[in-house]
């Protein structure tokens, strides 16, 4: 891996966490002013599938821009509105900060996981040790919340841990497939438009956004559609092509303290010890994982979606991490 490739995908995995984080902030919003998980989905995929369609439309839209249907489809599934939905649903039973620490720490282990298991990235020493760190400081950060008891937590928490694995899935399959991040976020956005927005009129109607104030709307759907729906999404794609789903999938755990600190100067929210303490705990975590280099077995082939001579391919889609010139197999999954 190159340097300037690697401060590419540590550039894009930050922006990623960054508006994650604002994201959780206008997400708790919008709870207060009585959007359900249903509206902000609506919010968030609407917006994105309207802004990337005419790209779409232009890049050889009867293959999905070279994702293919059904492989587009399963990151639409993974990513997409079943992936918010089912986490929101989570809150039903348990608390925010279990989502914090389960949801967080399964996208970060099961990243891990599933990169060495599907890929062959395999993590050493030190990443290990750093994921271990950034769980530490996702409790932390959660304070006493996360070891809390409600009456049928455990439904919450399996949902978290669900909805934690659909990420890793998603991002592990992006590599694996070799699906560069414009037309990955491409399609996610624009099949979860397409799949969500008639279920959801059909079964909400247009309402409860209608009854919002026009300039609160207008954020919610900028905040969750325009900037988390296409950009983060976009930018932790990159992030997968640079880095490998491995390191990437270590960026998500940042947003709960890009949210702390949002939280000052947005809402007067000041962060108490504990949280001070989960961020410092999260970041040296972060730098300790993203340290450590992945190591991956060599490819067969490229996949459909980078058509490329081979030896341009490594330019296109991001190096193997362990510096080999081509990509794990794309066959089909």
């Given at each position: 891996m190159t340097r300037s490739r690697e401060r590419v995908g540590l550039f894009c995995g930050l922006v990623a966490a960054v508006i994650w984080g604002g994201y959780i902030a206008v997400t708790r919003q919008g709870i207060q002013i009585g959007l359900t998980a249903a509206d902000l989905a609506f919010l968030r995929y609407t917006t994105a599938g309207l802004l990337l369609l005419p790209w779409l439309l232009t890049h050889k839209p009867m293959r999905l821009a070279d994702v293919g249907w059904r492989r587009g489809a399963a990151l639409a599934l993974l990513a997409g509105?079943?992936?918010v939905l089912v986490g929101a649903s989570g809150f039903i039973f348990a608390p925010l900060a279990h989502s914090a620490v389960i949801q967080l720490g399964m996208v970060t282990l099961m990243g891990m996981v599933l990169s060495a298991l599907l890929i062959g990235e395999r993590p050493g020493r030190q990443r290990i040790v750093g994921m271990a760190i950034i769980v530490a400081g996702l409790t932390t950060?959660?304070?006493?919340?996360a070891f809390g008891a409600m009456a049928g937590a455990w439904k919450g928490d399996l949902l978290f841990a669900a909805a934690g694995t659909m990420w890793a899935v998603f991002t592990v399959l992006q590599r694996r497939w070799n699906i560069q991040a414009l037309p990955?976020?491409?399609?996610?956005?624009?099949?979860?438009a397409l799949a969500y927005t008639p279920i959801y009129f059909a079964w909400r109607?247009?309402?409860p956004l209608l009854a919002l104030d026009p300039w609160v709307l207008l954020q919610q759907a900028v905040m969750l559609g325009a900037l988390s729906g296409v950009i983060a999404l976009f930018a932790f794609?990159?992030?997968?092509e640079n880095l490998g789903p491995?390191?990437?999938s270590l960026f998500p755990a940042m947003a709960p303290a890009v949210a702390i600190l949002i939280g000052v100067p947005v809402a007067g929210e000041w962060p108490t010890m504990h949280q001070i303490l989960g961020l410092a705990l999260l970041s040296a975590g972060l730098v300790i994982a993203l340290r450590d280099p992945a190591n991956a077995r060599p490819s067969a082939s490229p996949s459909?979606?980078?058509?490329?001579?081979?030896a341009a391919a490594t330019d296109q889609t991001g190096p193997d991490p362990a510096g080999s010139a081509q990509e794990p197999s794309g066959r089909s999954w």
């Open positions: 509105p079943p992936f950060t959660a304070g006493a919340g990955a976020t491409a399609a996610v956005s624009v099949l979860s109607g247009a309402a794609s990159r992030a997968v491995g390191r990437a459909r979606s980078s058509k490329v001579p081979a």
